[in-house]
């Protein structure tokens, strides 16, 4: 715009200074100085007119400047480690804490009993359910290694042992008929067949008999010293669970002549209290002997041979349904 209003300058100056050469007979009328300022307006407003029709119709595309300076830099962030989370399941539960079982002790034919050969006796062991696992006929005890002594391979156990609870399990095996020490190991299987493991057993799965045959010792080829091999029961309730009574009878046997004495032990702690007449054996055999007891509790009665064997036997379990 600078540069356009220079020439339009100079060209009201020309004209002022036209004006002042005019003929006199116009130099006569005096030039107004609006006229001229006029006059000068409309030259300048011609000639932007004109100029504006060499302007291009589209102006040029605005180009903006450059940036003074570049945007900073974001520098990357990095993103979390996702670690993949493992389930990790619990280990099998190993049979030993279902199924476990605690020798007790020998109720029949302590080791070393003598017998004659051929003599049937019947060996009892006495086990405590030490796992969280109740057994059942599903259960078996198993001849394991040594001499079966003419007792079977396998044979289920009797009633319900619940977690905690002890039992006498017993086995009719046969003295051989040759005179010598004869022991065979015995253990337990579970519903699948698996071995139960046995603390304060033998080899910490089994548990044993062992018998003498024959002359030797302290006794001799009739049946060596007298004791008493086996003690069996029955039981049988009269009335109801709550108004009954149980009748138990146990079975003695010996494996000679002599005299027994015994007493019942309850499962409360208590004994019978009753001096008993002696049993006298004239011979190897069996007598019977009961006691009854009312009550509507589960509960169990042994019998102790105080004499000849010093020795708690067996146990008869009342349960009413």
Request: charged share 10%; with cysteine.
């Amino acid at each position: 715009m600078k540069n356009h209003r220079i020439p339009f300058l100079a060209l009201a100056l020309m004209l002022i200074l036209s004006a002042c050469n005019l003929p006199s007979s116009q130099a006569t009328e005096q030039i107004s100085p609006n006229a001229v300022f006029t006059a000068a307006a409309q030259t300048v407003e011609a000639q932007l007119t004109q100029n504006s029709l060499i302007i291009p119709t589209n102006p040029p595309a605005t180009v903006a400047p450059p940036p003074t300076s570049l945007p900073p830099t974001v520098a990357a962030t990095a993103l979390p480690i996702v670690t993949p989370v493992t389930t990790t399941l619990p280990a099998a539960v190993a049979t030993s804490s279902c199924d476990a079982a605690q020798f007790v002790t020998d109720v029949t034919v302590p080791d070393g009993t003598q017998y004659s050969g051929g003599a049937t006796f019947v060996k009892t062991w006495r086990l405590t359910n030490t796992g969280s696992c109740t057994w059942n006929s599903s259960y078996n005890l198993v001849f394991d290694s040594g001499i079966s002594m003419g007792g079977p391979a396998s044979q289920p156990l009797v009633g319900t042992i619940v977690p905690g609870a002890s039992v006498d399990i017993s086995v009719n095996l046969q003295a051989p008929a040759t005179d010598n020490t004869y022991r065979g190991y015995w253990g337990l299987t579970n519903a699948s067949g698996a071995r139960i493991p046995v603390t304060g057993g033998s080899n910490g799965k089994s548990f044993y008999v062992e018998i003498k045959v024959g002359a030797g010792g302290s006794g001799d080829s009739s049946g060596g010293k007298f004791a008493v091999n086996s003690v069996g029961f029955s039981v049988t309730r009269s009335g109801t669970c709550a108004s009954g009574k149980y009748v138990v009878t146990a079975t003695i046997t010996t494996n000679g002549p002599g005299e027994v004495t015994y007493k019942w032990i309850y499962s409360d702690g208590g004994t019978d209290g009753i001096a008993h007449d002696p049993l006298v054996f004239s011979a190897a055999g069996s007598q019977t002997v009961t006691t009854e007891w009312s009550t509507s509790a589960s509960v169990w009665l042994d019998l102790y041979i105080d004499k000849p064997n010093h020795q708690q036997f067996a146990r008869a379990t009342l349960t009413c349904p």
